[in-house]
Nanobody, 116 residues
C-alpha cells in the first residue's frame, strides 16, 4: 500500500517562508512526476508545482519566482520551498505522485496559513 505523508505546514506571517516535505512509502512503480497542489476554501484544487522524471519543472504563474520544487528520487521524497508567502497562498497543500502505469497517489494534505 502506497502512502504519502506531507509535513512542514503551519502558520507564517506574510513575507515569510516554509518548506514542505512529502515522503512516499510502499511499493511505487517507476515515478513519472511528483507535484504539489493546493486547495483553498471554496476553490478547486490547483497545481502549484510539478517536477518530472527528467527534472523538468512547471509552476503556477502565481508562485513563479517564489516557490521551488525539488525531489530526491532515491528517497522518494519531494519538497516545496515557499518564500515571500502571501495571504492568498493560504490553502491545504497536497503532495501527488504519478507513475508510468498511470497511477496517481495523494497525501492527506498539510495546512498552510499566511496571516499576521
Amino acid at each position: 500500500q502506497v502512502q504519502l505523508a506531507e509535513s512542514g505546514g503551519g502558520l507564517v506571517q506574510p513575507g515569510g517562508s516554509l518548506r514542505l516535505s512529502c515522503a512516499a512509502s510502499g511499493s511505487i512503480g517507476s515515478i513519472k512526476a511528483m507535484g504539489w497542489y493546493r486547495q483553498a476554501p471554496g476553490k478547486e484544487r490547483e497545481l502549484v508545482a510539478l517536477i518530472n522524471y527528467d527534472y523538468y519543472t512547471r509552476y503556477a504563474d502565481s508562485v513563479k519566482g517564489r516557490f521551488t520544487i525539488s525531489r530526491d528520487s532515491a528517497k522518494k521524497m519531494v519538497y516545496l520551498q515557499m518564500n515571500s508567502l502571501k495571504p492568498e497562498d493560504t490553502a491545504v497543500y497536497y503532495c501527488q505522485i504519478s507513475d508510468w502505469g498511470a497511477r496517481n497517489y495523494w497525501g492527506q494534505g498539510t495546512q498552510v496559513t499566511v496571516s499576521l
